[in-house]
Nanobody
Framework: QVQLAESGGGLVQAGDSLTLSCLASGRTFSQYAMGWFRQAPGKERELVASISRGGVVKTYGDPVKGRFAISRDNAKNTLFLQMNSLKPEDTAVYYC????????????????????WGQGTQVTVSS
């Protein structure tokens, strides 16, 4: 069992930056590929970014490429999402998620493949 807890959301203005954190507890964090997903009202949950268990392999959703950066600190059991140049369309609830990775390069863009989820943190970007 892995417990995930996001933090760092809030209300910001367009163009601002924000960093989200996700603290993991339970099983060994370094064995899990991790992802950030978001869901806006009336829309499906979508990939923001995913990262392999060692942090080498990273993927990003098209809307955030070049603006967001995913990273992790396995020694501190923490996943991060640095968000720059925020836009009103980035407004959503942001979730971190984990899946057991059988090999180092494993990542996934499919939310259905993730076993563990946090409760979400709201990010609101005003224009």
């Amino acid at each position: 069992q892995v417990q995930l807890a996001e933090s760092g959301g809030g209300l910001v203005q367009a163009g601002d930056s924000l960093t989200l954190s996700c603290l993991a507890s339970g099983r060994t964090f370094s064995q899990y590929a991790m992802g950030w997903f978001r869901q806006a009202p009336g829309k499906e949950r979508e990939l923001v970014a995913s990262i392999s268990r060692g942090g080498v392999v990273k993927t990003y959703g098209d809307p955030v490429k070049g603006r967001f950066a995913i990273s992790r600190d396995n020694a501190k059991n923490t996943l991060f999402l640095q968000m720059n140049s925020l836009k009103p369309e980035d407004t959503a609830v942001y979730y971190c998620a984990g899946l057991f990775a059988a090999y180092g390069g494993r990542v996934s863009t499919n939310p259905s493949e993730y076993t563990y989820w946090g409760q979400g943190t709201q990010v609101t970007v005003s224009s």
